[in-house]
């Protein structure tokens, strides 16, 4: 069925149709029954009426002894019998008192014998002398008299009604449930980056269509990240190939040394943005970043502190992570607190904070200028970057290296990539502190 709206109006449909062609046979089968009973009943009523007109004591009789003869003939037929006058006050009553219907109340009682109807099978019996016996079976619940007689009648159909709709509905509402959280689930998992995921496409309603809408649409992503990264690889390769021919052509240059050293220093950041750049492109696909295994945090750190002169603190930590992502991260972080800590002193410590979950802290500090409020979460952002001229020299006399401005993005892309977080934790006159956050687990 190609509407949604229309499966679901005709599963109803189909519920109170199998429930009206139920309710016709059974009231067809209580029918039949009624009709075969009712002579019988109507005798039985009037043989009862003609005993209680005749066993009742007269109205001068002792109230006693009206009391014990009424509740003789109950024991006796196992029913409630009840005795008011003429003015419809009760007198004796045997077992539950058999209330008067309340319109006799407001407009009389009538002349004769009043079978009334209803659930409650109550009868009435008008004596010669005006009195009015009142009887009802004992199997009838007491509450039966205060509902109206037709609550009883409809309260069986609509209890089956009910349960007719809840067990017709339920399969139709599950499946469709069903479907829709199968599709919620791909989705989750094409935003988690699986961007090979795709959603088994049932029937031909609303949601088979949107089913397929969702499978072009993540098959065009996939082609266009693809293509995206395909494109950046391809680029990034072959601009290295011309730079390691400038890079030979300027070794076998003579002249002047500072013209040279600059040209090689634009090479090396040329060099280092497409480094970046392809690991930025392999982070946008989870599965082609490498296999996750048992790494020793502090050992990494020392590795890189060591390239850069920093001596790194801490305890040792393993963790599950891709080894090449980590290494990343922790040139990244130390080469930033050389490049903007205007040769001050920069410590780096590791440290391992209780749980659950358990994790690796990483805190790097650099006695740079501090980093106004209102950049703190720019500066990770991809190509931004604070001047450095801004920094002045170091106190070396040399200038302050310029980055790619992909460090810190790398950082924190690295870090989530993990499961942790990367963030500005401080920066003040005192320093500015970068930490990482990585779970153990």
């Known amino acids: 069925m190609r509407r949604l709206y229309l499966r679901i109006y005709l599963g109803f449909l189909v519920i109170l149709v199998t429930f009206a062609v139920l309710a016709g046979a059974a009231a067809w089968v209580g029918r039949v029954v009624s009709d075969d009973d009712f002579a019988e009943q109507s005798t039985l009523r009037s043989a009862m009426g003609y005993l209680l007109t005749r066993v009742v004591p007269a109205d001068e009789a002792e109230p006693a002894v009206v009391r014990r003869t009424l509740e003789t003939f109950a024991q006796r037929f196992q029913v409630d019998v009840s005795l008011y006058d003429s003015r419809l006050r009760l007198v004796a009553a045997a077992g539950r008192p058999v209330p008067l219907p309340r319109r006799w109340r407001r407009e009389g009682a009538p002349s004769h014998h009043h079978p009334h109807g209803g659930y409650s099978r109550r009868f009435f019996f008008r004596l010669d002398d005006g009195r009015w016996l009142a009887a009802r079976r004992k199997a009838i619940p007491a509450w039966s008299h205060w509902l109206p007689y037709w609550v009883p009648l409809w309260l069986g159909p609509l209890v089956l009604l009910a349960a007719a709709i809840a067990i017709g509905a339920w399969p139709l509402a599950r499946g469709l449930s069903r479907r829709i959280e199968r599709l919620q689930a791909r989705v989750d998992e094409l935003g988690a980056g699986s961007l090979s995921t795709r959603v088994e496409v049932e029937g ?38 011309p730079l390691t021919r400038i890079r030979l052509a300027i070794e076998l240059l003579d002249g002047d040394s500072e013209r040279r050293a600059g040209i090689e220093r634009d090479i090396a950041e040329l060099d280092e943005l497409i480094e970046e750049l392809l690991t930025a492109a392999r982070l946008d696909a989870p599965d082609a970043a490498g296999d996750a295994e048992p790494v020793d945090l502090l050992a990494i750190l020392a590795e890189e502190g060591a390239r850069v002169g920093i001596e790194v603190r801490g305890e040792p930590v393993t963790l599950t992570a891709v080894e090449r992502l980590l290494r990343r991260l922790a040139r990244n972080l130390l080469e930033n607190a050389v490049r903007h800590g205007a040769g001050t002193a920069i410590s780096a410590e590791l440290a391992r904070r209780g749980g659950p979950p358990s994790q690796a802290v990483l805190r790097v500090t650099n006695g740079g200028r501090p980093i106004p409020d209102h950049l703190r979460e720019r500066i990770f952002e991809p190509f931004f970057r604070i001047e450095t001229a801004a ?51």
Request: glycine share 12%; net charge positive.
């Open 391 to 441: 920094e002045g020299p170091h106190p070396s006399g040399t200038t302050a290296e310029r980055g790619v401005g992909l460090g810190l993005v790398l950082v924190r892309r690295i870090a989530e990539h993990h499961g942790g977080r990367a963030r500005l934790a401080e920066s003040g006159p005192g320093g500015t502190t970068f930490e990482v956050v990585l779970p153990l687990t």
């Open 204 to 241: 031909r309603d609303e949601v088979a269509r949107l089913a397929a809408s969702f499978n072009r649409a993540a098959e065009r992503i996939e082609r266009l990240v693809d293509a995206q990264r395909h494109i950046l690889a391809g680029a990034s390769h072959e601009l290295r190939t």
